[in-house]
């Protein structure tokens, strides 16, 4: 790396020396989200480490990431090519791979119409408001059953291992339109290795940025490379047979329009950049691997906020109790009306700040912000956790209070207090699956709050502490679960 001449008028962006070969990367620790708030309250809001060999832009702060992102989208846009990704999706990651501009532009757009289509638009069942709908009901119907069946035979449970089963048979259902069976050896193996992924993903994982580290034997890594290769050949078996039964007549679900869309891509004459069959089918793999890891750990945290808060599940179970009753179960129509379940819902987002940055950027060209000189193609890290935590923008942030989201009265949830809470990114790169994960967290816990009460066992410790990761998760535990009508027998 030659550092570039420094256009007149631009600063030099600041931050801490570095040492050689390794640069910042011990400074980084166990949780760099936190290092790294710390760093910007003494070098500001966009500043430069040294992660090995590679200069590191580190942006925090709501408004400069607004500035990258929103305003200055396009320079902000791209990924940096690091090790780990060239594993994922076998180099032709969506979310993950270099991919050109008009490249990757051409897949987000496929893939959001592939989603919508098969989310969130009406569905062949009158019963529910959309295909979302009616998985996410079946699935949590079934995840009820299994954790009352779990409680009678072991008297307790570990809410992830349940929890992601669920989530991702509704994934499964829109992108194969199939379920698997809460003991499927295959899709059990599958789902619960997500930690040793989102391990290697979390930006600043050394082997990304000291090429020596690449050539030593690591466990993590092999896990990684493990992982990778079973989650491909997973969807590649279901995708052949899906080629095999194709009827163009008869478009199944996502991996069906996908396919489809193969063909029509032949006939677009508007559209300049040329996708390859395996670029345009292997979107599915990037959708069913962002949409079941993000949403599972998404409820298995709400699960433990729930226990170790147990006046807030209460209050959250009279309130559906009030609005929807025991009776009906409640349907996505109800998001409005539960004001402080969604103001629950943001706190998690906010307090867990599970996702504590996004996926890593890259600069597109030469560009600047705040002032700062940032040149073309340098790897960019978004802190989320850092704007959740501003104290500038938060009162008491490291206190769990749903109620920061509502009115005096109670009655509203404030909209604007709601957007400072960042979770899915912003711009350009923002999370296509937002709409689906809100509804999604939404009405599986509305329905488990109804349905079920969560709390803790004698001598099973309740650990809230993240452990790092591109998304982060509580450490496995061991829970109780009660039906609520067996608790007014
Ligand atoms: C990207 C968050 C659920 C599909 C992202 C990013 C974040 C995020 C932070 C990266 C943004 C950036 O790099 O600036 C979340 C959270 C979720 C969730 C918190 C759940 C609570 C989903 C779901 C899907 C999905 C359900 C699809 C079914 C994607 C895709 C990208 C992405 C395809 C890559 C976009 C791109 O690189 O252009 N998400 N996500 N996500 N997400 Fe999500």
């Given at each position: 790396?030659?550092?570039?001449?420094?256009?007149?008028?631009?600063?030099?962006?600041?931050?801490?020396?570095?040492?050689?070969?390794i640069g910042n990367l011990l400074e980084l620790g166990k949780a760099p989200y936190l290092s790294l708030t710390e760093m910007g309250?003494?070098?500001?809001?966009?500043?430069?480490i040294?992660l090995g060999?590679?200069?590191v832009?580190v942006l925090s702060?709501?408004?400069?990431?607004?500035?990258?992102?929103?305003?200055?989208?396009?320079?902000?846009?791209?990924?940096p090519?690091l090790y780990s990704f060239?594993?994922i999706?076998?180099?032709?990651?969506?979310a993950f791979?270099?991919?050109?501009?008009?490249?990757?532009?051409?897949?987000?757009?496929?893939?959001?119409?592939?989603?919508?289509?098969?989310?969130?638009?009406?569905?062949?069942?009158?019963?529910?408001?959309?295909?979302?709908?009616?998985?996410?009901?079946?699935?949590?119907?079934?995840?009820?059953?299994?954790?009352?069946?779990?409680?009678?035979?072991?008297?307790?449970?570990?809410?992830f291992?349940?929890?992601v089963?669920?989530?991702?048979?509704?994934?499964?259902?829109?992108?194969?339109?199939?379920?698997?069976?809460?003991?499927?050896?295959?899709?059990?193996?599958?789902?619960n290795l997500s930690e040793d992924f989102v391990q290697v993903t979390g930006s600043g994982n050394p082997a990304d940025f000291i090429?020596?580290l690449?050539?030593?034997?690591s466990k993590t890594m092999?896990k990684f490379?493990?992982i990778?290769?079973?989650?491909?050949?997973?969807?590649?078996?279901?995708?052949?047979?899906?080629?095999?039964?194709?009827?163009?007549?008869?478009?199944?679900?996502?991996?069906?329009?996908?396919?489809?869309?193969?063909?029509?891509?032949?006939?677009?004459?508007?559209?300049?950049?040329?996708?390859?069959?395996?670029?345009?089918?292997?979107?599915?793999?990037?959708?069913?691997g962002a949409?079941?890891d993000t949403?599972s750990t998404a409820?298995s945290w709400?699960?433990m906020y729930?226990?170790?808060?147990?006046?807030?599940?209460?209050?959250?179970?009279?309130?559906?109790?009030?609005?929807?009753?025991?009776?009906?179960?409640?349907?996505?129509?109800?998001?409005?009306?539960?004001?402080?379940?969604?103001?629950?819902?943001?706190?998690l987002f906010r307090h867990s700040s599970f996702l504590p940055f996004t996926i890593p950027h890259?600069?597109?060209?030469?560009?600047?912000?705040?002032?700062?000189?940032?040149?073309?193609?340098?790897c960019v890290f978004i802190n989320q956790w850092q704007i959740n935590h501003?104290?500038?923008?938060?009162?008491?942030p490291s206190?769990?209070?749903?109620?920061?989201?509502?009115?005096?009265?109670?009655?509203?949830?404030?909209?604007?207090?709601?957007?400072?809470?960042i979770t899915f990114g912003?711009?350009?790169?923002?999370?296509?699956?937002?709409?689906?994960?809100?509804?999604?967290?939404?009405?599986?816990?509305?329905?488990?709050?109804?349905?079920?009460?969560?709390?803790?066992?004698?001598?099973?410790?309740?650990d809230l502490s993240p452990e790092y990761g591109l998304t982060m998760k509580h450490k496995r535990c061991?829970?109780?679960?009660?039906?609520?009508?067996?608790?007014?027998?």
């Amino acid at each position: 790396y030659y550092r570039k001449e420094i256009p007149e008028g631009l600063r030099q962006l600041p931050g801490p020396t570095s040492f050689p070969v390794i640069g910042n990367l011990l400074e980084l620790g166990k949780a760099p989200y936190l290092s790294l708030t710390e760093m910007g309250k003494r070098y500001g809001e966009v500043f430069q480490i040294q992660l090995g060999s590679r200069p590191v832009v580190v942006l925090s702060g709501l408004e400069t990431v607004r500035q990258a992102l929103i305003k200055q989208g396009d320079d902000f846009s791209g990924r940096p090519d690091l090790y780990s990704f060239r594993f994922i999706n076998d180099g032709k990651s969506l979310a993950f791979s270099t991919d050109k501009t008009g490249v990757w532009r051409a897949r987000r757009k496929l893939a959001y119409s592939a989603l919508r289509s098969f989310a969130t638009l009406e569905g062949k069942n009158p019963e529910y408001s959309c295909v979302l709908e009616e998985h996410i009901c079946k699935e949590s119907e079934h995840l009820i059953k299994e954790l009352h069946t779990v409680m009678k035979t072991k008297g307790k449970f570990d809410p992830f291992r349940y929890i992601v089963v669920s989530v991702a048979n509704v994934i499964c259902g829109m992108c194969f339109g199939r379920r698997y069976d809460h003991h499927d050896q295959e899709l059990l193996g599958l789902v619960n290795l997500s930690e040793d992924f989102v391990q290697v993903t979390g930006s600043g994982n050394p082997a990304d940025f000291i090429p020596a580290l690449q050539y030593l034997p690591s466990k993590t890594m092999t896990k990684f490379v493990a992982i990778n290769n079973r989650f491909c050949s997973f969807v590649q078996k279901i995708v052949s047979e899906h080629y095999a039964t194709f009827d163009k007549d008869n478009i199944r679900d996502i991996t069906d329009s996908l396919i489809d869309h193969c063909e029509d891509r032949k006939l677009d004459e508007n559209s300049n950049v040329q996708l390859s069959d395996e670029k345009i089918v292997g979107i599915v793999n990037d959708l069913f691997g962002a949409g079941f890891d993000t949403i599972s750990t998404a409820l298995s945290w709400s699960v433990m906020y729930l226990v170790a808060y147990p006046e807030i599940e209460e209050r959250l179970f009279e309130e559906i109790k009030d609005k929807i009753g025991l009776e009906r179960t409640p349907n996505l129509s109800d998001r409005n009306n539960l004001p402080l379940l969604e103001a629950f819902i943001l706190e998690l987002f906010r307090h867990s700040s599970f996702l504590p940055f996004t996926i890593p950027h890259c600069s597109t060209k030469d560009t600047s912000l705040n002032g700062f000189f940032i040149p073309k193609d340098t790897c960019v890290f978004i802190n989320q956790w850092q704007i959740n935590h501003d104290s500038e923008l938060w009162k008491d942030p490291s206190s769990f209070i749903p109620d920061r989201f509502l009115s005096e009265d109670g009655t509203e949830v404030n909209r604007l207090e709601g957007e400072k809470v960042i979770t899915f990114g912003l711009g350009k790169r923002r999370c296509i699956g937002e709409v689906i994960a809100r509804n999604e967290v939404f009405l599986f816990l509305a329905i488990i709050i109804q349905k079920l009460h969560f709390y803790q066992l004698p001598g099973e410790p309740l650990d809230l502490s993240p452990e790092y990761g591109l998304t982060m998760k509580h450490k496995r535990c061991l829970l109780g679960v009660k039906l609520r009508s067996e608790n007014e027998q």
